[in-house]
């Protein structure tokens, strides 16, 4: 009986980010399916003046293809790779970041086809919706607010998206990225990783469709690993996460682990989490 792990990446992102992940879970006999959420990946569209000698005025203008993607899109999408991949054998659905919000979503539409959900430092909304949790003591900590402020281009309500500029040349702009999603990593693997982000992101989540279901979700096994040294993603806003849920559901409380990574080098060195991932697997 061979698991599929299906595997959901946050935001600015693709399935890339997963490949290490991927590969070392092969490498222990397990499937691996990385999604690109609708826009994203060979499906997302770079606009105008983001790739070589980069002109912001142009970049500041361009139409997004994320606009008017959605939360459905996305629920949709993943909901046909688990039911694809559980005809198969057991399923477990992983995410990391924003894919938690994803993750929920589709837990809450097709409980009955997943063996278990993981959230990698991920969205696991319940008592309250993204907005909230974004202005919440728990998130107050997070670096993300200087990302944004260094890096962000155009008016979000202009594009229809969130677009940030991933390849900025600009020394103090790759400091706050390092310290707010890197700090454990070098500067080489930081702008590794940083051209496989793509500049545009949805702007609207489902608030509601995103939070957890004690009725649907709730009936699944699943797991947080929580990234102790995580700048963007606080680790008391990950933990947070787990109480809540663990009230929402206390016959099926979180199975929770640590792993010391800030919020992107557990992607790059992915060892320890394959190592608990390979341990959630069903044994035939």
């Known amino acids: ?22 590969r070392e879970l092969a490498l222990r006999g397990h499937r691996t399916v990385a999604v690109d959420l609708p826009g994203h990946g060979l499906g997302a569209t770079i606009p105008t003046g983001y790739l070589g000698p980069q002109d912001l005025s142009a970049l500041a203008k361009a139409p997004s293809g994320m606009a008017g993607i959605s939360t459905a899109d996305d629920v949709a999408a993943v909901s046909e790779v688990v039911r694809r991949a559980a005809e198969h054998g057991p399923v477990v659905l992983v995410g990391a970041s924003r894919g ?28 309250a919706t993204a907005s909230e949790y974004s202005a919440a003591p728990e998130h107050a900590g997070s670096l993300l607010a200087e990302v944004g402020g260094a890096i962000a281009v155009a008016n979000p309500a202009d594009i229809g998206a969130i677009r940030l500029n991933w390849r900025t040349g600009d020394p103090g702009h790759l400091d706050i990225l390092q310290a707010a999603v890197l700090a454990d990593g070098t500067r080489e693997e930081l702008i590794a990783y940083l051209h496989t982000q793509e500049p545009d992101e949805a702007l609207v989540v489902d608030e509601q469709a995103v939070r ?10 699943h797991t947080y690993v929580r990234l102790t040294e995580d700048r963007a993603m606080p680790l008391a806003l990950q933990d947070r996460f787990i109480a809540e849920a663990d009230a929402l559901t206390p016959e099926n409380p979180f199975d929770v682990h640590s792993v010391a990574s800030s919020h992107l080098r557990f992607q790059i060195h992915p060892a320890e989490t394959v190592e608990i991932l390979d341990g ?5």
């Open 100 to 127: 938690g919000l994803t993750v929920t979503a589709v837990a809450n539409v097709v409980p009955d086809l997943l063996q278990r959900i993981v959230y990698v430092s991920a969205w696991c909304c319940v008592d």
């Open 1 to 22: 009986m061979t698991t599929t792990f299906v595997l959901v990446h946050g935001a600015f992102c693709s399935s890339a980010v997963w490949a290490p992940t991927a």
């Open 212 to 221: 957890a279901d004690a009725a649907t979700w709730g009936r699944v096994p």
């Open 280 to 284: 959630l697997a069903p044994r035939s």
